[in-house]
């Protein structure tokens, strides 16, 4: 007999319906997969025959074929193995063909009959919302519900899911109270006011919050550049629902979210070590990942010590930054669009990375260069809350100054470490290949130390 059952599987930040058709035969026993499975697909079969066995139901000794349909696209990861299995009980007619109709599943599988969890809960239950109810493994299920018009159904084993379908158990849809989410926002750790003094970088951080741009510290070490950067995300507007989703996508698929924590509502602040690779920043792999850049939406990008980021991976942040969008194009992802594309390529967008009327700054290369210099307590003034700071200490004494606490006009201009002369905001911005899009000068600070562009 043939059954289908209805899954999802992920394209980028997308989630796209699969049918899962099989179809149990005559002829030598075979357990086959089609329909451009990847392995971890592949590798089902044995998750699936295992986890039946191991729960009480027959796995039929014949020709076993699945299908996933449309054939044409590339499907990964192990969130069909559920439908595969309640396919093959509906072939069987274990399960009548209605129980599952207009229903969604999706799941993988243990051995014992457990359903684990999956990435992109979020994304699926848009592409289920007002249609079709969602039966998911339920650590995932309130990642579901967070979307509004789903019906997301938790459940913890396969003979859980078959006595649900069969109308034998009740199972209530997950719910998620939206509001009480945004309100138990964590408070942010670091804290805007822990800095002292550096007022005119303070003010160009609260300009760059205020209104969505880039922006590029310069200036001596210990002088407290990452520890402002780190503080960013403190003074940011307060999410927006719908930015909330669009983060929460990107987290969801790169399987991010953490346990009890559907929804992101805080802004993300991302740094990446310098160590990372383009793929690692802008997204990659067979079927695209999302990237840090990407994981930064709606929030920071910080790349801390910028000038030892491999200058290819900074170059591949150009396009993201002037049209807000990843696109990568891979030569197997052959969804619709594909074909009229033509030659087999197709773009996929792994969503919007700033929007052209964005509050929220992403924090790579400039459209304003700050210097940093050092802040100071007074000497003789032992009680000085930072006085200790070690490296803050360091500064001091290398550059031999003294005075009160405030802004050092000379700071900015020149690291004591730095070899090859003083660091300003061209010679940043030529050692790491960053080009300033014309009508975006960079700012001649008050010190004259950062020229224009
Ligand atoms: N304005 C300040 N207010 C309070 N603490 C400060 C300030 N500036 C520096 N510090 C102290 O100095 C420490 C070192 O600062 P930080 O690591 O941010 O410097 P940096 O400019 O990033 O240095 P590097 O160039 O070496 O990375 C901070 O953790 C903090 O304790
Ligand atoms: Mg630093």
């Known amino acids: 007999m043939l059954a289908k059952v209805l899954s999802a599987a992920l394209v980028g930040l997308d989630a796209h319906l699969v049918e899962v058709e099989v179809d149990i035969g005559g002829g030598l026993p075979q357990f086959s997969v089609v329909g451009l ?265 910080f790349l801390d010590e910028i000038m030892e980021f491999k200058r290819h991976v900074l170059d591949g942040l150009r396009q993201p930054l002037e049209d807000g969008t990843v696109m990568l194009t891979r030569v197997s992802a052959a969804v619709s669009r594909a074909r009229d594309a033509g030659g087999g390529h197709e773009s996929l967008p792994l969503r919007v990375l700033r929007r052209p009327d964005s509050r929220v700054p992403l924090h790579a290369p400039p459209d304003s260069a700050v210097p940093v210099p050092f802040v100071r307590s007074a000497a003789g003034s032992p009680g000085h809350p930072y006085r200790g700071a070690s490296r803050t200490g360091q500064g001091i004494g290398r550059g031999g100054r003294t005075g009160d606490v405030g802004l050092d006009p000379s700071a900015g201009e020149s690291s004591p470490s730095a070899p090859g002369g003083p660091l300003s905001a061209p010679r940043v911005l030529q050692q790491c290949s960053v080009e300033v899009p014309a009508g975006q000068e960079v700012l001649r600070d008050r010190w004259g130390g950062a020229g224009s562009h």
């Open 37 to 301: 499975p990847d392995a971890t697909v592949r590798e089902s079969r044995d998750r699936v025959r295992a986890a039946l066995k191991n729960t009480g139901f027959s796995f039929p000794v014949k020709k076993i074929t699945v299908n996933l349909a449309p054939a044409d696209l590339k499907k990964e990861g192990s969130g069909l193995d559920l439908a595969i299995a309640v396919g093959i009980l509906v072939a069987q007619e274990v399960l009548p063909a209605e129980a599952v109709a207009g229903r969604v599943l999706v799941g993988e599988l243990s051995l014992d009959g457990g359903v684990k969890p999956i990435a992109g809960a979020l994304s699926i239950g848009m592409a289920c919302r007002h249609k079709r109810a969602l039966i998911l493994p339920a650590e995932n299920a309130e990642e579901a519900a967070v979307v509004e018009g789903v019906s997301a159904y938790p459940v913890h084993t396969l003979p859980e899911t078959v006595e649900f379908l069969n109308g034998a158990r009740a199972i209530s849809p997950a719910t998620v109270d939206r509001r009480a989410l945004f309100a138990t926002q964590t408070a942010e750790e670091d804290d805007f006011a822990d800095v002292r003094g550096q007022e005119h970088a303070k003010r160009a951080l609260e300009v760059a919050a205020a209104g969505g741009h880039n922006i590029l510290m310069i200036g001596p070490p210990g002088s407290g550049k990452t520890m402002l950067a780190r503080r960013l995300p403190g003074i940011l507007p307060p999410m927006e629902p719908e930015e909330a989703i669009e983060a929460t996508r990107v987290h969801s698929v790169a399987g991010l979210l953490t346990d009890g924590r559907p929804l992101i509502t805080a802004r993300p602040f991302r740094a990446p070590h310098h160590s990372i690779s383009d793929a690692g920043l802008i997204g990659g792999g067979t079927v695209p990942r999302p990237g840090e850049v990407s994981l930064a939406h709606h929030g920071v990008l």
